[in-house]
């Protein structure tokens, strides 16, 4: 008999002695048991603590999307990586998006670095390629699907909150964004127009 | 107890769909990672129960392929997909659920249930044993669609731990679809663990050991019945000649290919006598599985048919099961009474007594209602009628209670 089987036996006589033990016990807590109440008790509940969805240095792709015109220069890319301070950090555990099927007329910068210059839409090199492998680092960009199912998401809750009635197109223009700084000056946080990780926290939308 | 499955008005239905029932509220927060895999939009049955609200209005321009209007009885103008509107039970589908729907039939079916403890991946109708007490009896037909099915279901799941079942029919009939979902729940799920119904007589055969292996689930259990220690009484239930030897064969080659185990005993006239003697026998020649479940049966199916030849009152086995179950326990194999009122059971069984029976076909019978128990009692299949009903069902006192509780301490 392995040794894990005999201290299974122990155990079990030990067991098997308890009630003996515990008989008193056991008769004194028969009325309590009875008369329990064995529905959950509110004070029973976890404590619950605030959600805040993304985490203050959650990966968000989707910050430096503003609006449509952001996209003719290459310059508006730049430094919307909450805690990055400019430049290009390395996302933690990205995982790359499928690859994406156009759908929305959203356009890809016309100039810009060599890799992406000339597609229309985000090619695969740029987004899928491991950021470690590459030598210039090259920021990481939604596909246009998942972009255009954020700025829905966004829309739904603009308009939840009563900031947005426009058409849920999942496009950033001029109403969403008007409406997303409307409800970012009511909440208190930069003014910027953009879906930058503390105003979808706000929204209670977790970034994809 | 609520069914899986109702009737709805099913408007522009193109071909047989899966969707994932949504709330607005979740798809604001969540986006389509409220499903485990890989899913669009168009995989979306989007729940408005105000419909004629302007915020649900606005929403119809969402590309989602279907409505779910629990509320209305018509359904909306402006919307090109699918909508289900008008149920008979309007409560049977809830957001995060995923339903199943075909052309020409107003039946919307419930694959998976958001917190339902019995969800399940049905493989096929399809057998190759005919056990007397068989709940759900085998139908021979061509049911392969069945896998393609469960893929998918699997990718619109919720990400999260619960167990998931895998049943039918027989379900290593499908052997390499079988495979697929394994790899695929290992890949897609992996948080939830597998519980997969299958008799083992397939896995007789020795190549199992290294598809197995390589797949390395890391949470499947195989729960594989065994009804008697000999041949003659095995094969007799399940009305198949050889499948003794192929299940014991099957039993010990998933033991080769470190799979978990678990031992399902359906407790019956033919089973029960010899209880203590199947104990001493899986103790013996198989103590490498991981539980073993003394199962009260199911009245469904072939089990109506053979009542005279099945039916024992369990008050007349509580002996014998008394004997099984202390056997295994005390020589370290866990072991779960399932399916049993907690009335009929001994109150020294009661540590391996267990809440087993799935929520969608569970119920409590008038007898139960000033029972004290009836919270920790495991009550009645559905299908219960008298005939098969216990003459040791009572409502249990406060002081019984004690009875039954000193024995958990």
């Known amino acids: ?208 | 107890m609520l069914r899986l499955d109702t009737q709805f008005d099913i408007h522009n239905l193109p071909c047989t769909r899966l969707f994932k029932v949504i709330a607005p509220s979740e798809l604001i927060e969540k986006g389509t990672a409220v499903c485990a895999g890989d899913a669009s939009l168009s995989d979306f049955a989007l729940w408005l129960d105000e419909p004629e609200s302007d915020y649900s209005k606005q929403l119809l321009a969402l590309p989602v392929d279907c409505l779910l209007l629990p509320t209305s009885d018509t359904a909306i103008e402006g919307f090109d997909g699918t909508q289900l509107v008008n149920p008979n039970d309007s409560t049977i589908v809830q957001p995060g659920d995923v339903i199943v729907v075909s052309p020409g039939s107003r039946v919307v079916r419930v694959l998976y249930r958001r917190g339902s403890n019995s969800n399940l991946l049905f493989m096929t109708d399809r057998c190759n044993s005919l056990c007397l007490m068989c709940s759900q009896p085998p139908k021979d037909i061509d049911d392969l669609w069945h896998v393609e099915e469960n893929l998918r279901l699997i990718d619109l799941m919720d990400p999260g731990e619960e167990q998931i079942g895998i049943s039918g029919g027989e379900p290593t009939l499908y052997r390499e679809g079988l495979l697929e979902i394994i790899a695929k729940a290992k890949q897609i799920i992996p948080e939830k663990p597998l519980h997969l119904l299958s008799n083992g007589r397939l896995q007789s055969d020795p190549t199992w050991i290294a598809d197995l292996k390589a797949v390395a689930h890391p949470q499947l259990t195989w729960g594989i019945p065994l009804y008697a220690d000999n041949a003659d009484d095995h094969d007799h239930v399940v009305q198949a000649p050889g499948a003794f030897s192929e299940t014991l064969h099957g039993l010990y080659n998933l033991a080769r290919a470190n799979q978990r185990i678990e031992i399902r005993v359906v407790l019956s006239k033919l089973t029960a006598p010899r209880l203590p003697e199947l104990a001493h026998f899986i103790f013996r020649n198989m103590p490498f599985v991981q539980h073993i479940a003394l199962m009260g049966i199911e009245n469904m199916g072939l089990a109506k048919k053979h009542y005279d030849e099945l039916w024992i009152d369990p008050l007349d086995y509580q002996n014998e099961l008394n004997q099984a179950a202390y056997f295994l326990d005390v020589r370290g194999l866990p072991v779960s009474v399932y399916n049993l009122p907690l009335c009929v059971l001994e109150p020294s069984l009661y540590p391996f007594y267990r809440q087993s029976i799935s929520d969608w076909k569970n119920l409590f019978i008038e007898a139960c209602q000033d029972c004290a128990v009836v919270t920790q009692c495991a009550g009645f299949f559905k299908s219960h009628s008298s005939r098969w009903q216990s003459r040791g069902i009572h409502p249990i006192t406060a002081t019984e209670l004690g009875t039954y509780a000193r024995r958990a301490l």
């Open chain 1, 1 to 208: 008999m392995k040794l894990i089987s005999r201290w299974k036996l122990l155990i079990g006589q030990a067991v098997a002695m308890l009630p003996a033990v515990a008989t008193s016990m056991a008769h004194a807590n028969q009325a309590a048991l009875a008369g329990v109440d064995w529905t959950p008790q509110t004070t029973d509940e976890p404590l619950v603590f605030k959600n805040t969805l993304n985490s203050v240095d959650a990966v968000n792709i989707y910050a430096a999307h503003r609006s449509h015109s952001s996209h003719r220069s290459h310059s508006s890319h730049r430094s919307h990586y909450s805690g990055s301070g400019g430049g290009y950090s390395a996302p933690r555990a990205y995982t790359p998006p499928p690859a994406p099927t156009p759908r929305t007329t959203y356009n890809a910068p016309s100039s810009s670095t060599p890799s992406d210059s000339s597609s229309s839409n985000l090619s695969g090199s740029t987004r899928n390629s491991a950021p470690s492998t590459q030598t210039s680092p090259q920021r990481v960009r939604p596909a246009n699907e998942e972009l255009s199912l954020l700025i829905m998401r966004v829309q739904m809750a603009l308009m939840v909150k009563k900031y947005y009635t426009g058409s849920i197109d999942g496009l950033m223009g001029n109403g969403t964004r008007g409406a997303l700084m409307a409800f970012q000056m009511d909440s208190g946080l930069p003014v910027n127009g953009k879906m930058d990780t503390q105003t979808l926290n706000a929204l209670g939308v977790a970034i994809p």
